[in-house]
């Protein structure tokens, strides 16, 4: 069965960190992109960074770029998302998604087809 299953979501105040996880269970990570999302409450979907095991490479959206840390470990089928310096505008739904042959290298990468979705973790960031 397929499944990518988030973890790590809270509560933190301004300024704080949070670790999310994307363990992905069902297919390899070798030939995929694992991408980070979030959105909030009548706000569009935002794409948050990417990390690509198929062509390799990274991306981050500028509003989190020098913030947020993204990687990955292969063996455990598992990526990460370190967000540090929190910001009440980063609350919002983190979901990770699975690209099948997806790139990282473009801005637009959020735009390719997404194969799988995590069912979503709320990171909340209190002012």
């Known amino acids: 069965q397929v499944q990518l299953a988030e973890s790590g979501g809270g509560l933190v105040q301004t300024g704080g960190s949070l670790r999310l996880s994307c363990a992905a269970s069902?297919?390899?990570?070798?030939?995929?992109?694992i991408g980070w999302f979030r959105q909030a409450p009548g706000k569009e979907r935002e794409g948050v960074s990417c990390?690509?095991?198929?062509?390799?490479?990274?991306n981050y959206a500028d509003s989190v770029k020098g913030r947020f840390t993204i990687s990955g470990d292969n063996a455990k089928k598992t990526v990460y998302l370190q967000m540090n310096s929190l910001e009440p505008e980063d609350t919002a739904v983190y979901y990770c998604?699975?690209?099948?042959?997806?790139?990282?290298?473009?801005?637009?990468?959020?735009?390719?087809?997404?194969?799988?979705w995590g069912q979503g973790t709320q990171v909340t960031v209190s002012s």
């Open positions: 069902g297919f390899t990570l070798d030939y995929y992109a």
């Open positions: 998604a699975a690209l099948a042959y997806g790139q990282c290298g473009s801005r637009r990468w959020g735009d390719q087809r997404i194969d799988y």
């Open positions: 990390i690509s095991f198929v062509h390799g490479g990274t």
